[in-house]
């Protein structure tokens, strides 16, 4: 029985890698084919478009990205350069005969310019560090940009001078700081970000903010060009009070900063009028919750007589432009897992224009993607359906409609069968609200046959999945499976008071949730009690771990990089600072009942289904103290357990395109132990 059963694990894998003949599954390999659009611009006053094009090395294991450009009507396809290093950031001036982009040297990011007309391209920086948030003055002769300064670290003793040539062990790392490691990126160095000028045609850069204080995201001009405004929190209680931040201008002149938002809450994205009369911005009030929607406003230029416009909008916006005659602004917003583009006017009048932008999210079906718009409002932004990950596509105002003008993917997907995606709608037993969720079927379907039926839960948990490519999701389904995912309360799309369900309840009702959808896909005979089985990451790993310690319905379960322990996480991980108030009352030594309560550790002694752990050992955001938590616990009761540690990932696993593929591979070959097993 086990040679049998070794020799046909190891031609299911040979099918998944490879495929299976002239009309193949989706495969592993398959990823690494893979392309898809990110950040594309439309030039102001002319039809071209630069856009990020991404793919994978499988060489470097990485994902990589060049700038293309392409005419609106899809004409005139072409490589901005003949670099093959990363490019990205591209920005067009105001006129839209020259582009600034950012790209890699062998020393660090530096700023570049690309000429339309004779398509020459010079550096025009030598930085310290990497450029952020490249934005062109209105004159079109300066260009700003946030980069980060360094700061000394802590000196706390004197070290005596090791002698030439010793090999001595690294000086320790000194950290006094609140927010000293990031998940991805490590130790942070200390430093804050700045905003500077350089003239457009390269010099010396000049910084025009100053003091002790992050300067981040995008930046905007003023139409004169003698002043930028951007977002920052210089509160003197900057490093408890993280959730704040406000608007404040800068003067390209004096370098003075003046506020002009003054509230708790986050404050951002400032983007001046056309007609240099207004400012529009994102925020909220802080109610200190789990969930709060970001609202649209508008303020006069020098800070009065701020409103919200987007009050009848129960979604949270992002990505706002305004149009050319500063009669209201373009947005997108997710909306039950889709994610649209609309225009707002002034007076709150919203008028849905796009839909389906997203899939910049390889791995699973994730919000993403982003828009610009030209002078005459024609739009381009990164489109995905569940049968292809982002392309570029175009709303003509004229006409009123979408076209897809690139299929980057068409000579790889068009030869492959994918699973069918079919959008379900069920009732929550707990209290009858409308859930939303997403069944994926194998390639080649046949209703009259018994599937694996497989829960893939999402993360965030405040965050949501859609109708968007999903390369996890097709393998799962290329492997015969089943595959159910669904938003469940605490979810975005649905409006603030469906995220904000899981404020001191998490996990709570939204286990309810997936397990009602569960239900409804057996009453629908897609699912069968016998073969039942669930994973997910993140949030997903916490979910999966709260319901094989609710039930023992599933026949395996994948938990990866998981929560186990609210106690523990809140104080170890690299946002340990984030949770108290927001996600439970109090810290945890203030409410260790409370954080144990929604703890899946307080539930392993439920457990019986046998469980894969899964964890990037690199993992700052649910460390690998987390998954240890469960797998040992796991091990002292004797439940058939593994513990996968993937080296060197990160709480973004699939970061690196081998380490997803690694994810998915060790969950199938889990799964299909007991799947095998069961059918025996």
């Known amino acids: 029985m086990q040679a049998k059963m070794s020799f046909f694990s190891l031609i299911f894998l040979f099918f998944l890698f490879t495929g299976n003949g002239q009309n193949k599954t989706f495969s592993y390999l398959d990823i690494f084919d893979l392309k898809y659009v990110s950040d594309p611009q439309i030039a102001p006053a002319n039809d071209w478009i630069v856009y990020r094009r991404m793919g994978f090395d499988i060489m470097e294991d990485k994902a990589v990205g060049n700038l293309w450009m392409i005419k609106s009507d899809g004409s005139q396809h072409q490589k901005l350069t003949s670099r093959e290093v990363d490019e990205f950031g591209a920005r067009w001036s105001p006129n839209g005969k020259r582009l600034a982009f950012i790209s890699k040297t062998g020393e660090g990011s530096e700023i570049y310019m690309y000429w339309l007309d004779s398509g020459k391209i010079a550096k025009i920086t030598q930085l310290p560090h990497s450029p952020k948030s490249l934005t062109w003055s209105p004159q079109g002769d300066l260009l700003a940009f946030s980069m980060n300064v360094d700061k000394e670290q802590p000196v706390l003793a004197k070290i005596p001078k090791k002698p030439k040539g010793a090999k001595w062990a690294d000086a320790p790392r000194i950290t006094d700081r609140l927010y000293h490691e990031a998940d991805g990126r490590g130790y942070i160095k200390p430093g804050f970000d700045h905003i500077f000028i350089i003239p457009a045609t390269g010099g010396a850069p000049r910084q025009v903010t100053s003091d002790d204080y992050h300067h981040r995201g995008p930046i905007s001009w003023s139409i004169d060009g003698k002043k930028l405004y951007f977002s920052a929190n210089r509160n003197p209680n900057w490093e408890y009070d993280f959730r704040n931040s406000e608007i404040y201008s800068v003067s390209t002149v004096t370098n003075e900063i003046t506020a002009l938002t003054f509230r708790s809450g986050p404050d951002y994205n400032p983007t001046v009028s056309p007609n240099g009369k207004y400012i529009a911005y994102l925020g909220f009030e802080d109610k200190v919750q789990a969930y709060q929607l970001r609202k649209l406003h508008i303020m006069e230029i020098g800070g009065a007589n701020k409103k919200v416009i987007s009050q009848n909008l129960d979604r949270g916006i992002k990505d706002i432009t305004w149009d050319a005659k500063s009669g209201g602004l373009y947005f997108s917003y997710d909306d039950k897992g889709n994610s649209k583009i609309a225009h707002i006017s002034l007076n709150g009048k919203i008028t849905v224009l796009a839909a389906d932008m997203g899939g910049t999210s390889i791995g699973r079906p994730y919000p993403g993607g982003s828009f610009s718009v030209s002078q005459n409002g024609t739009i381009v932004y990164c489109q995905s359906r569940p049968h292809y990950p982002a392309e570029l596509a175009i709303f003509n105002p004229k006409q009123k409609k979408v076209s897809k003008i690139t299929d980057l993917n068409g000579p790889l997907l068009s030869f492959r069968n994918l699973g069918s995606v079919e959008e379900v709608w069920y009732k929550s037993t707990f209290d009858q609200r409308d859930i939303q969720g997403w069944v994926v079927y194998p390639p080649g379907y046949d209703a009259s046959k018994k599937y694996p039926f497989l829960v893939e839960n999402h993360g965030g948990p405040i965050l949501n999945y859609g109708d968007r490519f999903s390369a996890e ?127 899946p550790l307080s539930l392993v002694g439920n457990i019986e289904t046998p469980t894969m752990v899964m964890v990037g050992m690199n993992d700052l955001r649910t460390p690998p103290s987390e998954a240890k938590q469960l797998y040992h616990a796991l091990k002292l009761r004797k439940i058939e357990t593994v513990l996968v540690e993937i080296p060197g990932a990160s709480h973004g696993i699939a970061s690196k395109p081998s380490n997803l593929i690694t994810k998915i591979a060790h969950t199938l070959a889990w799964l299909e132990k007991y799947r095998h097993t069961k059918e025996k």
Request: proline share 4%; hydrophobic share 40%.
């Open 473 to 599: 999701m097709q393998l799962y389904a290329a492997a015969g499976y089943v595959v159910f995912y669904p938003n469940a309360r605490g979810s975005t799309g649905y409006g603030e008071e469906f995220g904000n369900l899981l404020f001191n309840n998490y996990p709570g009702e939204d286990y309810n949730d997936v397990m009602d959808g569960v239900d409804h896909c057996i009453a629908k005979g897609i699912a069968h009690e016998d073969q039942l089985f669930v994973t997910g990451g993140s949030a997903g790993g916490i979910m999966s771990a709260w319901m094989i310690g609710k039930n023992n319905r599933f026949e395996a379960a994948v938990v990866a990089k998981p929560v186990m322990n609210w106690i523990s996480k809140t104080l170890v991980a690299d946002n340990y600072f984030y949770y108290a108030n927001s996600r439970y009352p109090g810290q945890p030594w203030e409410n260790f009942e409370g954080y144990w309560k929604f703890s």
